[in-house]
């Protein structure tokens, strides 16, 4: 079983920048065998596709919304990953989650944008940007 905990919400401006962090923990698993993604859900939107990054590290993928905004990465030796976030808009406001993709189980890149696939999620960080 895999846990995940995200962290390194909070309150910013216009323009400022975050770093999210996602830690897996638990027994019995491989963190190494788990890509991990990031969805967010803002009020009264349905969950979206922020970026994601695979197994090894060598892919990674991003929502439109933050395209060239938005930096994922892992350091699997911590069973970390990390989302930088920078020149936020309000429209990023939202809850961010932390989802487990067991890769094993599938092929093709796709599954990294559909939150069906992941089947491990954390309790999620709040971002809030203030204009």
């Known amino acids: 079983q895999v846990y995940l905990a995200e962290s390194g919400g909070g309150l910013v401006q216009v323009g400022d920048s975050l770093r999210l962090s996602c830690a897996a923990s638990?027994?019995?698993?491989?963190?190494?065998?788990?890509?991990v993604g990031w969805f967010r859900q803002g009020p009264g939107k349905d969950r979206e596709f922020v970026a994601a990054?695979?197994?090894?590290?060598?892919?990674?993928f991003y929502g439109d919304s933050v395209t060239g905004r938005a930096t994922i990465s892992r350091d699997s030796a911590k069973n970390m990953v990390y989302l930088q976030m920078n020149s936020l808009k309000p429209e990023d406001t939202a809850v961010y989650y932390c989802?487990?993709?067991?890769?094993?189980?599938?092929?093709?890149?796709?599954?990294?944008?559909?939150?069906?696939?992941?089947?491990?999620w954390g309790q999620g960080t709040q971002v809030t940007v203030s204009s």
């Open positions: 989802g487990a993709l067991p890769e094993g189980l599938y092929s093709g890149s796709y599954v990294f944008f559909d939150n069906k696939f992941y089947d491990t």
């Open positions: 638990g027994s019995g698993w491989r963190f190494g065998r788990y890509g």
């Open positions: 990054i695979n197994y090894s590290g060598g892919d990674t």
